[in-house]
């Protein structure tokens, strides 16, 4: 007789109730949730010590099911947090749940028939406003895979997944970017000799496209309008090879001095980084070969990694973003050469923000048309099939397997006056 897989057992009580105390301190606090888990990984030597990878896992898991979670919980009595993470872990780790376990097994029941199964937590108005119908909202409660991108100023895709494979973690290339690997097990690559080199950056595939589209070369003058923390950034400065001038702006300080030092162990030597201001700007007016605008947006495309951005975020925020990324793009695009490329992407699924945005400014922008986002990724070494709709880059997790991003392209006419 065939036996079954033997089921994990169920965590002492200290570990489960310091789950649900995390995921209800997560879903009420104002901040993000990496920062709750960051202080009391810090504040209880338990829970940051050998558990911690067990902690952080399930906290964010128990995140992503909170429409389920909340359901089932209207079904149980008793200390709320305790039960929160028992119903996660009964119901997506298979793990049972102790004495209650059969009255646990009834409130999932009825939690999944409640929400057609759909793990997440989604206002009804931010339903409405995704594509996609409940396959989506699904897909936006799996958990994320762990994509890095090479470091081409110092190691080849190649070659770092023999490096990380010899550190005793395996990694595959991934399905279209070039540049990327994906884990097969999560592992934490931050503890590695590779990561400590320069070898890759975390970085979603989708994200990695996204920089794949501003075709970014040696010589060429770059800006990155809306830098961050660099994550584009660096995929640009390895594009192009050192060679050239690559210009960082941001309005947020902590965040370009978070780029710095990712610049400096990446090898970066080609970067300027500056906050947003008009003195900068009228520095690079008509001088850039390439410009991204990878502006401010909702992030719905990310709600895999940032479940609390669905409660969090309010409709009536959307429309103020809107106005914010077409500020954007009207700043960026007088620094775009005639001949020159504006990127415009988000990482967000809300039409809104997307192409409603790209058409906005063609009509307040006759001197730049729009490039097909499809014919530049295939020159470089893309399959694009299936990445691009009417000429512009949109992914998703349900159809993709990466973070939901829009992208479109727009060229500058040759014969377009510097104003």
């Known amino acids: 007789m065939r036996r079954g897989r ?80 028992l119903v996660y872990l009964r119901a997506r780790r298979g793990i049972p749940a102790g004495p209650r376990d059969a009255e646990l097994g009834r409130a999932i029941a009825a939690a999944e028939k409640e929400t057609h199964r759909i793990d997440g937590f989604f206002p009804d108005w931010l339903r409405r406003a995704l594509p996609g119908g409940d396959a989506l909202l699904r897909a936006m409660a799996a958990p994320p895979p762990v994509t890095l991108r090479a470091n081409l100023l110092r190691v080849s895709c190649r070659d770092l997944a023999d490096w990380l494979a010899h550190e005793g973690i395996a990694a595959e290339p991934t399905r279209f970017s070039p540049w990327g690997l994906t884990l097969e097990s999560r592992a934490n690559v931050f503890r590695t000799e590779a990561f400590r080199e320069g070898a890759f950056e975390m970085q979603d595939e989708g994200s990695q496209l996204v920089a794949l589209l501003c075709g970014a070369r040696p010589g060429q003058v770059v800006v990155d309008g809306c830098a961050g923390a660099g994550g584009k950034t660096l995929a640009l400065a390895a594009a192009m090879r050192g060679d050239g001038t690559l210009v960082a702006l941001d309005t947020a300080r902590f965040r370009l001095e978070e780029l710095r030092k990712r610049a400096e162990r990446a090898g970066v030597r080609n970067l300027e980084i500056h906050e947003a201001e008009p003195l900068i700007l009228s520095r690079f007016r008509g001088r850039a070969d390439v410009v991204l605008a990878d502006a401010p947006c909702s992030g719905t495309g990310v709600l895999r990694r940032n ?25 960026d695009a007088p620094l775009v050469r005639p001949g020159g490329r504006l990127v415009y992407a988000v990482c967000s699924l809300i039409p809104a923000e997307g192409r409603s945005q790209a058409e906005r400014f063609l009509r307040d922008h006759p001197e730049f048309r729009r490039a097909d986002a499809g014919r530049i990724l295939k020159s470089a070494g893309v399959d694009a099939g299936g990445l691009v709709a009417d000429g512009d880059f949109q992914v998703d997790p349900l159809r993709h397997g990466m973070d939901g991003f829009y992208a479109a392209v727009f060229e500058r006419a040759r014969s377009a006056e510097r104003r």
């Open 307 to 331: 479940p609390d951005i669905a409660w969090k975020l309010e409709e009536r925020a959307v429309a103020r973003l809107v106005d914010e990324q077409a500020r954007i793009l009207d700043l």
């Open 6 to 85: 033997r089921r994990p057992p169920l965590p002492p009580p200290w570990l489960v109730r310091g789950c649900g105390e995390l995921y209800r301190a997560c879903v009420e606090a104002a901040g993000e949730p990496d920062k709750v888990l960051a202080r009391a990984f810090r504040e209880d030597g338990r829970l940051g010590g050998e558990h911690r990878g067990f902690v952080a896992d399930t906290v964010q898991g128990m995140l992503r099911a909170r429409g389920l979670i909340e359901a089932a919980l209207r079904h149980v009595g008793g200390a709320q947090e305790q039960h929160a993470a």
